[in-house]
C-alpha cells in the first residue's frame, strides 16, 4: 500500500509530533560571499532569483550572451573562485556576456516552493529579461549539477525560448539517496532542509583543513597544489565555499528525491511541474551533455542516459577526465574544456 502525495508515492508510516519543532533548526549561519573578483550587476529580480550580468574591467561586454544557472543550495562564486579559475572570466574572455543566477537563501514561508516556482517563475523571468535586453527570441543555458536539472526541465517546458543548453555533472537516472520516508521526516521536522545537512550529505568525503591541500591535488589531479603557494591560494579561496550551503525548499527537495529520482519520474518524462510534465523529449535545441569521468557524485553513466532519452542527434555527449570540482575549478578544464564548451555555443 503506498500514499499519493503532492510529492510522489511514500509507504505508509506515523511521524513523531515535532512540535518542538524547530529546536534542530538552522540558524541563519550562512558566510557573506567573499569580494566579487569580476564586476557585475544585478539587473533583475524576481522571487528568489537575483540575475547577475558580469562585465568585463573597464570594458562593456557585446558578444553574444549566455545564462549560467547554478544550484539553489550551493552558492555560484565558485564559478569566479579566483581570476585563473573563473569560468565566468574564462566565457567573457571567449566574447560572452555573462548572465548568472543568484538564488537567494529560502525563508520558512517559501518551504512549499517547489519546481513550479523556480522552474516556470523565477528562472523563466530571467530568460525573459536576457530575451528583451539582448533582442534575441531563444538563449543557451549552461547549468551545473542540480542547476543543470532547473535548465534542462526549463528546456523541455519553454522549448521555444532557449538556443541550446549543456548541462554539466546533472544526473538524469540515478537511484534517490533518501527513501520517501526520510524525505518526508526532515521536511516535517525542518520545513525547508538545513545548509548543515545538505552540507553533512555532500562534504562526508572532504577532510578538514590541515588535509584539504591534499585533497584538492587529488581532485584537481595537479600534485603541485600540495604545499605551495599556488595551492594555498586555491584552498584558502575555496575552503569558504565547500560551507556555503543554504537551505533547500522542503518542496524540491520532496519533488527531486521523490519523483524525479525515487519514481524515476524524470529519466521516464513523466515528472509533472505546475499541472504539465516535464517531457525530456520535447527539448529541440542543440544540447551538449557534460561529465566528468572521475566524478563520484554524479557518475557519467548517470548523465549518459540523457543521451538515450534525446537521441545521438540531439545531445553530443562529451566525457572529460576530470571529478565533480575538476569539472570547474581544474587547470586542465579552463585549458580544454571550457574554450571547448564555449566553442560549441557559438557553433
Not at 585563473?84 to 517559501?110: C, H, K, M
Not at 533582442?135 to 528546456?155: I, K, M, S, T
Amino acid at each position: 500500500m503506498t500514499i499519493e502525495g503532492a510529492y510522489g508515492r511514500v509507504p505508509p508510516t506515523d511521524f513523531p509530533d515535532l512540535k518542538f519543532e524547530r529546536a534542530l533548526r538552522e540558524p541563519p549561519d550562512t558566510p557573506a560571499d567573499p569580494p566579487t573578483r569580476t564586476p557585475f550587476d544585478v539587473v533583475d529580480e524576481s522571487g528568489l532569483l537575483r540575475l547577475r550580468r558580469y562585465r568585463p574591467d573597464n570594458l562593456e561586454a557585446h558578444g553574444p550572451a549566455v545564462l549560467l544557472v547554478y544550484s539553489l543550495f550551493k552558492r555560484p562564486y565558485v564559478l569566479d573562485l579566483l581570476p585563473e579559475r573563473s569560468i565566468v572570466r574564462n566565457l567573457l574572455a571567449q566574447g560572452f556576456t555573462v548572465y548568472l543566477t543568484d538564488w537567494q537563501p529560502p525563508e520558512t514561508a517559501n518551504a512549499e516552493r517547489g519546481f513550479d516556482a523556480y522552474v516556470n517563475g523565477d528562472l523563466a523571468c530571467a530568460v525573459n529579461h536576457v530575451r528583451a535586453h539582448e533582442g534575441v527570441e531563444r538563449v543557451p543555458l549552461v547549468g551545473f549539477c542540480f542547476g543543470g536539472l532547473l535548465a534542462l526541465l526549463y528546456a523541455a517546458l519553454h522549448p521555444e525560448a532557449v538556443a541550446r543548453v549543456a548541462p554539466v555533472a546533472v544526473p538524469i537516472e540515478m537511484s534517490s539517496p533518501f527513501a520517501p520516508t526520510i524525505v518526508e521526516y526532515v521536511v516535517r521536522m525542518f520545513g525547508n532542509v538545513p545548509g548543515w545537512w545538505i552540507r553533512a550529505w555532500l562534504n562526508a568525503g572532504v577532510p578538514g583543513p590541515e588535509q584539504l591541500s591534499r585533497y584538492l591535488a587529488d581532485e584537481l589531479q595537479e600534485p603541485a597544489l600540495i604545499r605551495t603557494a599556488a595551492g594555498a591560494r586555491v584552498v584558502r579561496a575555496l575552503q569558504p565555499w565547500l560551507e556555503s550551503d543554504v537551505p533547500l525548499t522542503g518542496q524540491v527537495f520532496r519533488e527531486a528525491m521523490c519523483n524525479a529520482y525515487w519514481n524515476r519520474d524524470l529519466a521516464l518524462s513523466r515528472l509533472r511541474i505546475g499541472g504539465r510534465v516535464a517531457v525530456l523529449e520535447n527539448i529541440r535545441c542543440p544540447v551538449l551533455n557534460v561529465s566528468g569521468e572521475r566524478d563520484k557524485l554524479v557518475p557519467s553513466v548517470s548523465s549518459n542516459a540523457l543521451v538515450e532519452r534525446l537521441g545521438r542527434d540531439t545531445v553530443m555527449n562529451l566525457v572529460f577526465p576530470a571529478s565533480h570540482l575538476g569539472l570547474l575549478l581544474g587547470a586542465a578544464a579552463h585549458t580544454e574544456l571550457w574554450p571547448r564548451i564555449g566553442a560549441w555555443l557559438k557553433s
